[in-house]
C-alpha cells in the first residue's frame, strides 16, 4: 500500500514558477514508476510528466516539454515536478500516482494523492 500527498500548489503570474512535491508512505516507493497528470475543470485527467523508479527515464506531455522536469529522491520518498514558465493553459488540479509502468493512461496507475491546486494568472 502506498499513500501519496502533494503539496506546493498555489497562484502565480504567468511566467512564473512552482515545485511541486509528492511525498509517498510505504517502504516500496522505490519500486514505483511515479508520474503527475493534471485536471482543469470540465477536462479529463491527463499525462503531464512521468519517471522510472531509477529515475533514469523520464516522459512527458508536448505541452509541457522544455518547461517542466520531473525528479525523484528515493531515499526521501519523494517525487518532484518543477515547473517554470507557466502559463494560464497550466492551470488544474495536479495530481501524482504510482505505478508498476511509466505510462501515459491513468487506468494503469494503481495510488493517487489527493491533488494539488495550480493557478496561473495572466
Known amino acids: 500500500q502506498v499513500q501519496l500527498i502533494e503539496s506546493g500548489g498555489g497562484l502565480v503570474q504567468a511566467g512564473g514558477s512552482l515545485r511541486l512535491s509528492c511525498a509517498a508512505s510505504?517502504?516500496?516507493?522505490?519500486?514505483?514508476?511515479m508520474a503527475w497528470f493534471r485536471q482543469a475543470p470540465g477536462k479529463e485527467r491527463d499525462f503531464v510528466a512521468g519517471i522510472n523508479w531509477s529515475g533514469g527515464s523520464t516522459r512527458y506531455s508536448d505541452s509541457v516539454k522544455g518547461r517542466f522536469t520531473i525528479s525523484r529522491d528515493n531515499a526521501k520518498n519523494t517525487v518532484y515536478l518543477q515547473m517554470n514558465s507557466l502559463k494560464p493553459e497550466d492551470t488544474a488540479v495536479y495530481y501524482c500516482?504510482?505505478?508498476?509502468?511509466?505510462?501515459?493512461?491513468?487506468?494503469?496507475?494503481?495510488?493517487w494523492g489527493q491533488g494539488t491546486q495550480v493557478t496561473v494568472s495572466s
Open positions: 500516482a504510482a505505478g508498476h509502468l511509466m505510462v501515459v493512461a491513468t487506468t494503469r496507475y494503481d495510488y
Open positions: 510505504g517502504r516500496t516507493f522505490s519500486s514505483y514508476a
